[in-house]
C-alpha cells in the first residue's frame, strides 16, 4: 500500500524513481574557480544525474580543462560571450532537451557545500503541497559570512499558510533569487520559458525568478549551503562603472513584464530607486554612471529584450528553445501600465 503520508512531491517521486537532476555552470575565463565549482558538485552527498558546463566563449583554455577533467560534463562552447543571461539560458534549453526534471543553476565561482543538492531535494519532497517552483541556497562569502549580492528576496505578501508551509521544511518563502545557487522546476521552467538571454548581465535572475514564482511557490533553504567565491565582499550597489547601464535597462525591461503583480512593481521600483541613489553615493565616478543611466533609460523604455532563441542562435545554440508564455516575458503596452 503506498504511504499516503509522504508529501506530494515525494509520492510522485516515489512512484517514478528519483527526479533526473540536471547541474548547469555556467562561466567565463575563470578556468581555476570553474574546476573547484566542477569538483564540489561531482563530490555531492547526493550528485546530480548530469552537469552541463557553458563556455562563453572563454579564451584560457577553459574548454579544453573540462574536457580534460571531466570528459562526462556536457561542454557547450557558444560562439560568443553573450553573458550570464545567455549563459543560463543555453544551458536551462540543454538540460530541458535532456530530460532534465530539475535543474541545480550556478556561477563558475559556486562552490557548493557537501550537502548542498541534498538539503534542497529535502525541502522540496518535504514541502506540503505543489512543489516549489525555485529552491535557493544559503549563499556565504569564503569567511562564512552570508553575501548580500546573492540574498533571495524574501516573499513580501506570503500568506500565513505559505510561511508555515515554508518553515515546516525549515525554509522561507521567497520572492526572487540569484543564479548562484537554485533549483528549478523543469515542468515549470517549460511552461514559462527561458531566461532573457538578452539582458547580458544583472536583473536576468531577478526577472527569470520572479516569472517563475508568480504564482507559484519559492524557499529560501538554510540548511543548502554553498561558497560566493566573488573578488571582494560587497552588495550589488557596490560601484558598477559603465555596467550600470544594465542594472538600468534590465530593471526597467523587468518591470515592464506581467512577471510582477502592480504592488510588486510599486515595491521593487520603490527599492531600487533607493538603491540607485546609494549607488550614485558611493560611486567615484558620477559622471560615468549618469552617462549610463540617461543611456540605460531610453534603452529600457524604448526597446524590447530580442527573442531568446534570436540571441542564442546568434551564439551557435542549435538545441530547442523553449519560448514559454509570452504574457509574462513581453513588454506591456506601456510603461506603468498594468
Same mark, same amino acid.
Given at each position: 500500500?503506498?504511504?499516503?503520508?509522504?508529501?506530494?512531491?515525494?509520492?510522485?517521486?516515489a512512484?517514478?524513481?528519483?527526479?533526473?537532476?540536471?547541474?548547469v555552470?555556467?562561466?567565463? +575565463?575563470?578556468?581555476?574557480?570553474?574546476?573547484?565549482?566542477?569538483?564540489a558538485?561531482?563530490?555531492?552527498?547526493?550528485?546530480?544525474?548530469?552537469?552541463?558546463?557553458?563556455?562563453?566563449?572563454?579564451?584560457?583554455?577553459?574548454?579544453?580543462?573540462?574536457?580534460? #577533467?571531466?570528459?562526462?560534463?556536457?561542454?557547450?562552447?557558444?560562439?560568443? +560571450?553573450?553573458?550570464?543571461?545567455?549563459?543560463?539560458?543555453?544551458?536551462?534549453?540543454?538540460?530541458?532537451?535532456?530530460?532534465?526534471?530539475?535543474?541545480?543553476?550556478m556561477?563558475?565561482?559556486?562552490?557548493?557545500?557537501?550537502?548542498?543538492?541534498?538539503?534542497?531535494?529535502?525541502?522540496?519532497? #518535504? #514541502?506540503?503541497?505543489?512543489?516549489?517552483?525555485?529552491?535557493?541556497?544559503?549563499?556565504?562569502?569564503?569567511?562564512?559570512r552570508?553575501?548580500?549580492?546573492?540574498?533571495?528576496?524574501?516573499?513580501?505578501?506570503?500568506?500565513?499558510? !505559505?510561511?508555515?508551509?515554508?518553515?515546516?521544511?525549515?525554509? @522561507?518563502?521567497?520572492?526572487?533569487?540569484?543564479?548562484?545557487?537554485?533549483?528549478?522546476?523543469?515542468?515549470?521552467?517549460? !511552461?514559462?520559458?527561458?531566461?532573457?538571454?538578452?539582458?547580458?548581465?544583472?536583473?536576468?535572475?531577478? !526577472?527569470?525568478?520572479?516569472?517563475?514564482? %508568480?504564482?507559484?511557490?519559492?524557499?529560501?533553504?538554510?540548511?543548502?549551503?554553498?561558497? #560566493?567565491?566573488?573578488?571582494?565582499?560587497?552588495?550589488?550597489?557596490?560601484?558598477?562603472?559603465?555596467?550600470?547601464?544594465?542594472?538600468?535597462?534590465?530593471?526597467?525591461?523587468?518591470?515592464?513584464? %506581467?512577471?510582477?503583480?502592480?504592488?510588486?512593481?510599486?515595491?521593487y521600483?520603490?527599492?531600487?530607486?533607493?538603491?540607485?541613489?546609494?549607488?550614485?553615493?558611493?560611486?567615484?565616478?558620477?559622471?560615468?554612471?549618469?552617462?549610463?543611466? @540617461?543611456?540605460?533609460?531610453?534603452?529600457?523604455?524604448?526597446?524590447?529584450?530580442?527573442?531568446?532563441? !534570436?540571441?542564442?542562435?546568434?551564439?551557435?545554440?542549435?538545441?530547442?528553445?523553449?519560448?514559454?508564455?509570452?504574457?509574462?516575458?513581453?513588454?506591456?503596452?506601456?510603461?506603468?501600465?498594468s
Amino acid at each position: 500500500m503506498a504511504d499516503t503520508q509522504q508529501p506530494p512531491a515525494a509520492r510522485r517521486d516515489a512512484l517514478r524513481g528519483s527526479p533526473r537532476v540536471v547541474a548547469v555552470v555556467v562561466t567565463y +575565463n575563470r578556468r581555476p574557480l570553474l574546476l573547484e565549482s566542477l569538483a564540489a558538485v561531482h563530490a555531492q552527498s547526493r550528485a546530480p544525474d548530469a552537469v552541463i558546463v557553458v563556455d562563453n566563449a572563454s579564451t584560457d583554455e577553459t574548454a579544453a580543462a573540462v574536457r580534460s #577533467h571531466y570528459p562526462a560534463v556536457t561542454l557547450a562552447e557558444l560562439a560568443r +560571450n553573450t553573458g550570464g543571461a545567455g549563459g543560463f539560458a543555453s544551458g536551462l534549453a540543454l538540460a530541458l532537451a535532456d530530460g532534465a526534471d530539475l535543474v541545480w543553476l550556478m556561477d563558475d565561482d559556486t562552490v557548493p557545500q557537501r550537502h548542498a543538492l541534498r538539503a534542497l531535494l529535502e525541502a522540496r519532497g #518535504h #514541502h506540503p503541497g505543489r512543489p516549489p517552483a525555485v529552491l535557493a541556497s544559503r549563499v556565504i562569502w569564503t569567511d562564512g559570512r552570508p553575501h548580500p549580492m546573492n540574498t533571495p528576496r524574501v516573499k513580501p505578501f506570503a500568506s500565513k499558510a !505559505e510561511r508555515a508551509a515554508a518553515a515546516a521544511t525549515g525554509c @522561507v518563502p521567497i520572492r526572487s533569487a540569484s543564479f548562484v545557487s537554485i533549483l528549478v522546476d523543469a515542468g515549470v521552467s517549460r !511552461e514559462r520559458g527561458l531566461p532573457q538571454a538578452d539582458y547580458f548581465l544583472w536583473n536576468d535572475d531577478f !526577472e527569470y525568478t520572479t516569472r517563475l514564482l %508568480r504564482g507559484q511557490s519559492g524557499l529560501l533553504c538554510p540548511a543548502s549551503v554553498v561558497v #560566493h567565491k566573488t573578488a571582494a565582499f560587497g552588495d550589488t550597489d557596490t560601484d558598477p562603472g559603465p555596467r550600470f547601464f544594465y542594472e538600468v535597462r534590465n530593471k526597467i525591461w523587468t518591470l515592464r513584464t %506581467r512577471s510582477l503583480a502592480p504592488a510588486e512593481r510599486v515595491l521593487y521600483g520603490g527599492s531600487t530607486l533607493r538603491r540607485w541613489a546609494r549607488t550614485f553615493a558611493k560611486s567615484r565616478d558620477r559622471r560615468a554612471l549618469g552617462s549610463a543611466l @540617461v543611456r540605460a533609460i531610453a534603452a529600457g523604455v524604448r526597446t524590447s529584450p530580442r527573442p531568446t532563441e !534570436e540571441v542564442l542562435a546568434s551564439a551557435g545554440l542549435t538545441v530547442p528553445v523553449v519560448t514559454g508564455d509570452a504574457s509574462l516575458t513581453g513588454p506591456r503596452s506601456a510603461p506603468g501600465t498594468s
